[in-house]
């Protein structure tokens, strides 16, 4: 009887993960999802009773993310969501359509039949919370239909430096939707023009409508005063009339 291989029996690794590591993961994903607002404090305690976990493993992730520059560092041990001046807004401004632009033009070039009817069940599912006024899911499916995307691109390079963006301006994405009427069609107006180009096999076009979807929340910011609480909705579960990028 020969050695025992993983093929023969077909299984392959186990994927151990930590406690820290699910926690680092979900606030990660809070926080591109714009689920804590700008200078909103994090305290270790209440996290962890919010996990269900230990202090420690909610400690680790922090720091983790105060390294990624997601979270600011405070005296007492605690965190907070950065607030970011405009000239820090349109500096991410300006790497976004220049990252995400590039990523988006390989993912067209890339992308097959199957892959844009994904994207195409997203898009409906993010115009029917648009129109349901429901921002939560509004801002889950666009975040949903960007990566889609960019990972149809095939670069390990891209993606981190985008996730990256995202998780330093996840919390004005929320705020943006707060202000924005994103009902019949109007949120998911540039995925609509994105995935129609994708069908046309057109790269370069597919790139233009993500860099309009990237430069319409930052209009919506400079046309409001950022610095201040949302109007509506700002707390899980909250409803607004979506359009988020």
């Known amino acids: 009887m020969g050695a025992l291989l993983a093929e023969t029996i077909g ?46 493993p909610v400690r680790e992730a922090i720091r983790q993310l105060i390294a990624e520059r997601a979270l600011e560092a405070l005296p007492n041990r605690s965190a907070r969501v950065p607030e970011w001046d405009r000239a820090r807004l349109d500096d991410l401004h300006k790497a976004r359509i220049v990252i ?17 009817a994904r994207l195409v069940k997203i898009l409906e599912a993010e115009i029917e919370a648009d129109d349901a006024s429901r921002v939560e899911a509004s801002v889950a499916q666009n975040r949903e239909f960007h990566f889609s995307l960019y990972r149809l691109s095939g670069s390990a390079v891209l993606l981190p ?22 009902r019949e069609g109007r949120g998911a107006k540039h995925h609509v023009e994105a995935v129609r180009a994708l069908r046309q096999r057109d790269p370069a076009k597919v790139r233009r409508a993500i860099e309009r979807d990237i430069g319409r929340v930052f209009a919506i910011l400079a046309d409001m005063d950022f610095e201040r609480p949302a109007r509506t909705g700002s707390g899980p579960g909250g409803t607004s009339n979506g359009g988020a990028s």
């Open 161 to 182: 430096i985008i996730e990256s963006l995202w998780l330093q301006f996840g919390p004005y994405i929320r705020r943006s939707a707060e202000f924005f009427d994103g």
């Open 11 to 56: 299984v392959g690794p186990v994927i151990r993960e930590t406690v820290q590591e699910r926690v680092y993961a979900e606030l990660r994903k809070l926080l591109m999802q714009g689920r804590f607002q700008p200078g909103q404090a994090l305290k270790i305690a209440e996290v962890a009773g919010v996990f269900g976990t230990s202090v420690q």
């Open 100 to 116: 995400e632009g590039l990523t988006a033009e390989l993912a067209a070039a890339r992308a097959t039949g199957a892959d844009i």
